[in-house]
């Protein structure tokens, strides 16, 4: 290897990167990688800050891992140690320790804004492997976008990161099971709304088929050679009811593959308003925008049951 990168990070898994490893560097910026860590994400994880002011820089970084290594060796004057950086309640503000799982005034769950060591609350979930200050898209870094996703910002983080406009495509499972629930439990109200309507409307088309069973007209389970007798006598019972079969497939498939790379967008904007704030509103803005809101799902999954049945009532 003709460069040194002794005493640098690989941007995917902040280990310390030696010359014995193997190792590769981006095209574009020559940021270095571990050859098995570029592989995964399929590109330069610092491919935000491509063409921009903070691109990687060689020399600058061959700078601060000098300056770090330093650091290291120093003693803090007067034999002191170094200060831990303070962590605050991302509701109400007051001072955690570092013992603290929930907020000792409001009972709010402790959320990682900072990426040192903390107590162990992921509860099963993948813990985020980035650091704090890692950009995701123009100035908004995982700092500022933790404390909105907060439950599961481990999984989130790890997709923030991978999904760009280039790479849209991801897979979740909750948001393909349940689209519209998962939508409103996440804060994304418009896009709950519009999956909401469409998945009301498959529901609505397959109706004429299910009144022509429940009333005995059909047979639940036609035999093989009754099936196309039955689509004559009433094809457009069939067809409505293929049309919205295929509708709520769609939806929940779209919801699937992309329902990451919408919430990475929503909170994006999210942080960005919340930056644009007044330093006093902001902790009551990321309250108010960021978390989870388990009622809407209860209450999404009730309007999906209900509301066909109630239209089917008058029509």
């Keep these: 290897m003709s460069l040194s990168v002794e005493g640098q990070k690989c941007p995917v898994c902040n280990s310390y990167l030696f010359d014995d490893d193997d190792i590769v560097f981006c095209p574009t910026c020559g940021a270095p990688h571990h050859r098995e860590c570029y592989a995964s994400l399929g590109h330069c994880a610092l491919e ?3 063409g921009t002011e903070r691109q990687y820089d060689a020399n600058r970084a061959a700078e601060q891992a000098a300056e770090d290594a330093k650091a ?9 140690e170094p200060k831990t950086e303070k962590t605050f ?13 929930f907020c000792p005034k409001c009972r709010a769950p402790r959320i990682r804004t900072s990426y040192g ?10 813990e985020p492997k980035w650091k ?11 700092n500022d976008v933790v404390p909105i996703v907060a439950v599961n910002a481990g999984r989130y983080s790890e997709k923030f990161i991978m999904l ?21 439990f996440r804060k994304n109200y418009l896009q709950g709304f519009l999956f909401g309507i469409l998945q009301v409307t498959s529901a609505l088309l397959m109706l004429p088929l299910e009144r022509l069973i429940g009333n005995g007209i059909l047979p639940d389970n036609p035999a093989p050679m009754q099936v196309f007798s039955l689509l004559e006598e009433n094809p457009t019972a069939y067809v409505l009811a293929l049309i919205g079969f295929l509708v709520s497939i769609g939806v929940a498939v779209f919801s699937g593959i ?16 919340i930056k644009a704030a007044p330093e006093s509103e902001r902790e009551m803005l990321r309250f108010k925008l960021g978390g989870i809101n388990p009622l809407w799902f209860m209450l999404a999954m009730m309007a999906e049951s209900y509301i066909p049945l109630l239209i089917s009532m008058f029509l």
């Design 48 to 50: 935000a800050d491509h």
């Design 72 to 80: 290291t060796e120093e003693t803090p004057e007067g034999g002191e």
């Design 89 to 101: 309640c991302f509701r109400c503000g007051t001072e955690l320790s570092e013992n603290d799982m």
């Design 117 to 126: 060591p903390t107590p162990n609350m992921n509860f099963g979930f993948k």
């Design 132 to 142: 704090g200050e890692t950009v995701i898209e123009d100035d908004i870094t995982l």
């Design 164 to 184: 760009n406009k280039k790479h849209r495509a991801s897979w979740n499972w909750a948001a393909f099971l349940f689209p519209t629930e998962w939508s409103f």
């Design 258 to 273: 992309f329902a990451d790379y919408i919430y990475r967008g929503n909170c994006i904007e999210k942080a960005k308003r």
